[in-house]
């Protein structure tokens, strides 16, 4: 039904097309029909000591505001991610901001991190029981003269409603953001929400959003860091501001961030890198390009634990979950596998 509908929705501005899809959710308008794979045991796993129906989570970017992330349960997504959230409500960049990359199966974003703010999606998570793992993803407001007290902010609010905290410091789409890359900056804000994390004696665990255009001296290094903070999860990757030489649709050069197939193999590279760095220590959650059973396969084989989409439903529709794992499962039962972990690295 949505390949009937995708051209139609496409021919509306995909910022309001996803408000609509928002909507749509909110309203259960969107049904699970395709997931004929719910609690199958090739796909179960744990994190942070909680068992997951599967590996297949919403990304951060799609529930901005943690409106709907019971309905993407409901899909069949096996976590959702939520956010990016800042302290304070902010309207973001100027539209138009989104734009799709048909030709290239792409989005080109360059939103900035437009929320609500803190203390209204607080109070919605705490009306609104999740019904899965839920990981919130925190950031600095555009004009915060303190980003790094930005993200202490952003870990004392949610802390004891999240199943995981992700300290974004990857979009390309608030100015220097991505500075905290940098080995000094790095150090002082894990070091700093290390010693939060102990004030408020909370053992939410945390993940660090990295950005795909990251060199390779910066994978050691990073991977150094994240080891001496005690991280729990680096998810591989945020949006590329680079990867444009090869695409088709005349708007590759709209300035953002760039998702969706095009990113698919820096991606798994990258997470390739740090799945032999890390050695198990530290969970990798992939995403980038995952859109079908293959994509996702690929995603196990470089490193990754869990896998993440967004712009894969954009293309694929709301079922995708469903249609991954059945893709999924035939590959793995192909290769005789009894549980998608036992494939996790042997690219």
Known sequence: MFSKLRPLLFKIDPEKAHNLAIQSLKFNLVSNIFDENNNDPIFKTKIFGKELDNPIGMA??????AE?????????????????????KQYGNSKPRVFRLVEDQALINRLGFNNHGADTVLDRIQSNKKLGLLGINIGPNKDSVDRLNDYLVGLKTFHQVADYITINISSPNTENLRNFHEETKLQELLKSILREKDNLKSKVPIAVKISPDIDENQINLISEILLENQIKMIIVSNTSESSRNDLKDIQKHQKGGLSGKPIEIKSNILINKFYKILNGKIKIIGVGGVDSGKAAYDKFLAGADLIQLYTGMVFKGPNIAGIIKKDLKDLLLRDGVKNYTEIIGNK
Not at 60 to 65: E, S, V, Y
């Open 60 to 65: 951060a970017g799609f529930d901005k505001n």
């Open 68 to 88: 709907v992330y019971n309905p993407l349960f409901r899909l069949g997504f096996g976590f959702v991610e939520v956010g990016t959230i800042t302290p304070l």
